[in-house]
């Protein structure tokens, strides 16, 4: 019932191992999400530059696409660690969505920007600056918001199959073997409420950095 459910959520906060299993997971979820995140963007704004490199990394995108997470979480539990598998498919997840909006945002360049600024002469480092990431910036932002959510649920899984110490994913098998419905429930409630938390956060950053930048600068040039 909701009220048995909501007795074990209040048992699982009161408990002195609950912000070590939160932050295990959480570790999982970000150090996965950066390493995609760092490797999506170079490796999408090379593509964009250099044709040939696309050629090359397409196939193995439609690779990682394809395969199950089930499948990247059983053979990485042959070769690497307990404590790093849910951090690299957290990876395998990720990465194929930051590259891909990364790629399509370096596309959607003005032509006539790029002409422009070729004409005055201004460097690279420009250009990339005020023009390819004012265009990128949305579509990465699309990105991290839809592979926040799938990185979560694909971390969790791992864990659960993994079961590495002082994780999410490890209480829920734990709490499975012993047909413990209650803690099951609990337990996924947190995991919606960090989810949403993590996405708000990923809406607060993408406000700052427009809305919130460009009222700063509109202040600035008034005062």
């Known amino acids: 019932t909701p009220q048995s459910v909501g007795v074990k959520l209040v048992e699982i906060l009161k408990g002195e191992a609950f912000w070590t299993i939160v932050q295990g997971s959480l570790r999982h979820v970000l150090l996965g999400f950066s390493l995609a995140f760092t490797v999506g963007v170079v490796t999408g704004i090379l593509s964009g530059l250099l044709k040939p490199m696309n050629w090359f990394i397409y196939p193995w995108l439609l690779l990682l696409r394809a395969t199950p997470v089930m499948s990247f979480i059983l053979y990485l539990l042959l070769f690497v660690p307990t404590p790093y598998v849910a951090v690299w498919v957290s990876f395998f997840i990720v990465y194929p969505i930051i590259y891909t909006n990364v790629l399509e ?48 649920k694909a971390v969790i899984t791992a864990e659960a199959l993994a079961l590495p110490e002082n994780a999410i994913g490890t209480e829920l098998f734990a709490a499975r073997n012993y047909l413990d419905t209650q803690s099951i429930l609990a337990w996924t409630v947190l995991i919606i409420v960090m989810a949403v938390v993590l996405d708000v956060l990923l809406l607060v950053l993408k406000w700052a950095l427009t809305e919130g930048r460009r009222s700063y600068v509109i202040r600035r040039r008034s005062a």
């Open 105 to 152: 945002g370096f596309k959607s360049v003005d032509g006539k920007l790029l002409e422009m600024a070729k004409l005055y002469g201004v460097s690279f480092k420009d250009q990339l600056r005020h023009i390819y990431i004012p265009s990128i910036f949305p579509y990465l932002m699309a990105a991290c918001l839809t592979g926040m959510g799938m990185n979560i």
